[in-house]
């Protein structure tokens, strides 16, 4: 494990924009058709998942109301959890063939990446993979989203994950330009989630957190307060919303904290780790299981592998957030503590613990670990809070084994 030594940097320069448009509250899906309408759109494809925004009748009160504004659309479903590339480049011929000038997400992270892809792809000249190899967006068709799931936080934020079915490699790509131009939050939509996916959904925005949390920045208060702040929100509106799906309140909050998780307010000024994401993004690469229960089995074993780093970051976690009291002595006891918690908290909302749970294979991890570390032009290391080479990565998912 490479930059053991800590690196001290203090509040760093930032340029942060967020322009997206958030209508939040019960049935404000209605609006939608005004606002595609109010941010440009003539055209639209309207993209969803599988079926259960047509069960539960969402997709026609959309198509309701895009008619009653007048804008056409073209239907695209099928995005699976996970999004492949084969559909997006499907989305890309249609939007071209069609003169599409908006796309309108319906559904959760998934879709709404799909989308994003399909947005960028459609006015760009080259492979739209490109950007999912490091290019960065500049332009994209304009995006809207109605969000069904509250996990990711695409519905605010300016990236997209999409899996290559050729080599299962799933990449990010970024760019301002596909921040979604505005964001329906109707709350009441996640109450027909069935609970693993609900808590799914928590783990990930709660990794959004720790991904920010956990720095190497020095004394940047105002980004730790608000995620802390995000955190015991989330510890105490998750476990409601287990014990009753139709708690509107706790699925308020938890919308709006998924949302504000990972718009990137939270992570100005500060430099971010993301190595439990990369990890795990092999995981539900392989074995196509919920990002969430992927992320609840690899943060324990990555905080407990790379918690020497700075100790006393996973210690101020343990204390302000958990609840642990803090030992001066041996501050490495408060830090674990703190690491137990939050995995037995992920446990009692319903998570996986370990490989077996997750239905990932202990002879899988070399490939696991060649795809993490080499694949698609990677050099032999993933970096964040600490730089982990292939040994490193070996030894993390054995962990979880
Ligand atoms: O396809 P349908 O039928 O809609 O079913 C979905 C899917 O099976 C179901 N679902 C969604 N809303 C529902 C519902 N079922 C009943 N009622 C509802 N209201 O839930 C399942 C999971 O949906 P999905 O969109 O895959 O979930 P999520 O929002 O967690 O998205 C996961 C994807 O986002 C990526 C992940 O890697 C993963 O590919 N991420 C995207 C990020 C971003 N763009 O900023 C950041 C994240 O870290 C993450 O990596
Ligand atoms: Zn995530």
């Known amino acids: 494990m490479a930059d053991l030594k800590r690196k001290e940097n203090h509040m760093e320069n930032f340029t942060f924009y967020s322009p997206t448009f958030f209508a939040f509250g019960k049935e404000t899906e209605k609006d939608a058709g005004k606002y595609v309408k109010k941010f440009g759109g003539s055209k639209v494809l309207l993209h969803y ?10 997709l026609d009160r959309v198509k309701k109301s895009l008619e009653e504004e007048g804008i056409d659309y073209i239907a695209l479903g099928g995005v699976k959890p996970n999004p492949r590339s084969g559909l997006v480049y499907e989305g890309i011929e249609l939007c071209r063939e069609e003169g ?3 796309v309108l997400a319906v559904g959760g992270g998934s879709v709404i990446d799909s989308s994003k892809a399909i947005a960028a792809g459609t006015v760009y000249d080259g492979d739209f993979w ?5 290019k960065r967006i500049e332009e994209a068709l304009p995006v809207g989203t109605i969000l069904t799931i509250s996990a990711a936080g695409s519905e605010g934020s300016p990236d997209s994950v999409i899996t290559k079915e050729e080599g299962m490699f799933k990449r990010g790509a970024s760019g301002d330009a596909i921040r979604p131009k505005f964001s329906i939050l109707n709350p009441e939509l996640t109450q027909t989630l069935p609970a693993y996916q609900t808590a799914a959904g928590a783990t990930d925005i709660m990794a959004h957190l720790y991904e920010r949390y956990i720095t ?15 955190l015991l929100t989330m510890k105490y509106e998750a476990p409601r919303v287990i014990a009753d799906p139709n708690n509107y309140q706790a699925r308020a909050n938890i919308m709006w904290a998924g949302m504000m998780a990972h718009n990137h307010s939270c992570g100005v000024g500060r430099s971010q780790d993301w190595n439990s994401h990369t990890i795990e993004h092999e995981l539900s690469a392989l074995y196509d299981c919920a990002h969430g229960a992927g992320l609840a089995v690899t943060m324990p074993a990555v905080f407990r592998y790379v918690m020497k780093h700075n100790v006393m970051r996973f210690a101020q976690v ?10 001066f002595e041996n501050p490495e006891v408060t830090a674990l503590e703190g690491i137990e918690a939050f995995q037995k908290f992920l ?17 899988d ?4 670990v060649e795809v993490l570390c080499r694949g698609d032009g990677r050099d032999g290391t ?3 809070f600490v730089t982990l080479d292939e040994e490193d990565c070996t030894k993390i998912y054995e962990m979880m084994v």
């Open 216 to 230: 190497n920045s020095t004394e940047v208060e105002v980004t730790d307060r608000l995620i802390e702040a995000l």
């Open 382 to 384: 993933i970096t964040g």
């Open 347 to 363: 446990i009692s909302l319903g998570m996986p613990s370990n490989f077996e749970e997750l239905g990932a294979k202990k002879e």
């Open 100 to 102: 599409v000038d908006f």
């Open 318 to 327: 343990a204390v302000r957030v958990w609840g642990c009291e803090m030992n």
């Open 49 to 58: 998942g599988g079926k259960s925004a047509e069960k539960s009748g969402l």
């Open 365 to 368: 991890i070399p490939k696991l």
């Open 130 to 134: 490109d950007f999912y190899q490091g």
